[in-house]
C-alpha cells in the first residue's frame, strides 16, 4: 500500500495568498484527521472526517481555514487569505474505524511558510 | 478532559545506552494508549500501543506497559541505536465508539539523539 499521500511536500507562499493542500488517505479506510505541528503548540487537531461527513472542525483555527472531503479517496485544506502564523507542518491521517481499530497512519506532511 | 504529558527533552544519549521516556496521562473512560515516532522530515509512524490495564506494547526493542494505577505508560529501550534518533509522541485515545470517535491525544513530544 502507498499509504496516506500529501501533495505538495513543501509550499512557500505570500501573505494573502490562498493555499490549498491534499491529501488521499489509504484505500479502503474510512475516517480522516488533519493536524498541524509547530514548535510552540506541537501537534493539534484540525479537523476530523468520517465517511467523508467532518464529524469534529473544533480545531480549526478560524473561517480563513477550510476542508472538504468529496469523496472516499480525497480531501482538501485550504486556507484563505494565508497569513505568516499559519506557518507550520500539516499532516493528514487516516484510519478505519471498526470495533478497537484506533491507529491512525499519517501522512509525511507538507511544510507550509507563508512570507 | 484529555491529556498527556511527557517528560523534558531533549534527551541525548551514547549508542547502546538504556532510555527511559516518561509518559503520563489524565483520561475519561479507559483510554488506550499509543508510542508514535517521528523521523526527521517525516511523519508520525506508530511505534506500539496498549489497549488496556497491564498490556505491554512491543516494537523493534521499545516496550512500554499501561499501568492504570499510575497512569503512566513510560517507554524503554535497553539498548539505543543512532538510527533511534527522533522525536518520540504518546498518545492516548478513547474508546473508538460513541462521541469521542478515537480521538487522539498527543503529549508535547520528546526529541531523542543517539550519539555514536
Known amino acids: 500500500d502507498a499509504g496516506v499521500i500529501q501533495s505538495p511536500r513543501h509550499e512557500v507562499t505570500e501573505m494573502g495568498q490562498e493555499v490549498t493542500l491534499r491529501c488521499k488517505p489509504i484505500?479502503?479506510?474510512?475516517?480522516l484527521f488533519w493536524y498541524r505541528q509547530t514548535m510552540m503548540r506541537g501537534l493539534e487537531l484540525l479537523i476530523y472526517?468520517?465517511?467523508?461527513?467532518?464529524?469534529?472542525d473544533s480545531g480549526m483555527p478560524e473561517d480563513r481555514f477550510s476542508a472538504k472531503m468529496p469523496n472516499a479517496s480525497f480531501s482538501t485544506l485550504k486556507i484563505q487569505p494565508s497569513e505568516p502564523r499559519d506557518s507550520a507542518v500539516y499532516f493528514c491521517a487516516s484510519r478505519w474505524t471498526s470495533g478497537n481499530s484506533e491507529t491512525q497512519y499519517f501522512g509525511p506532511g507538507t511544510r507550509l511558510l507563508v512570507l | 478532559g484529555n491529556s498527556v504529558t511527557q517528560m523534558e527533552g531533549p534527551v541525548t544519549l551514547s549508542e547502546e545506552a538504556f532510555l527511559t521516556i516518561n509518559c503520563t496521562y489524565t483520561a475519561t473512560g479507559y483510554p488506550s494508549l499509543f508510542w508514535y515516532v517521528q523521523y526527521p522530515g517525516e511523519g508520525l509512524q506508530l511505534l506500539l500501543k496498549?489497549?488496556?490495564?497491564?498490556d505491554k506494547g512491543s516494537n523493534k526493542g521499545f516496550e512500554a506497559t499501561y499501568r492504570k494505577e499510575t497512569t503512566s505508560f513510560h517507554l524503554e529501550k535497553g539498548s539505543v541505536q543512532v538510527s533511534d534518533s527522533a522525536v518520540y509522541f504518546c498518545a492516548l485515545s478513547t474508546n473508538a465508539g460513541g462521541t469521542s470517535y478515537g480521538k487522539l491525544t498527543f503529549g508535547q513530544g520528546t526529541i531523542l539523539t543517539v550519539h555514536p
Open positions: 496498549a489497549t488496556k490495564a497491564d
Open positions: 472526517f468520517n465517511n467523508n461527513v467532518p464529524i469534529d
Open positions: 484505500s479502503g479506510h474510512n475516517s
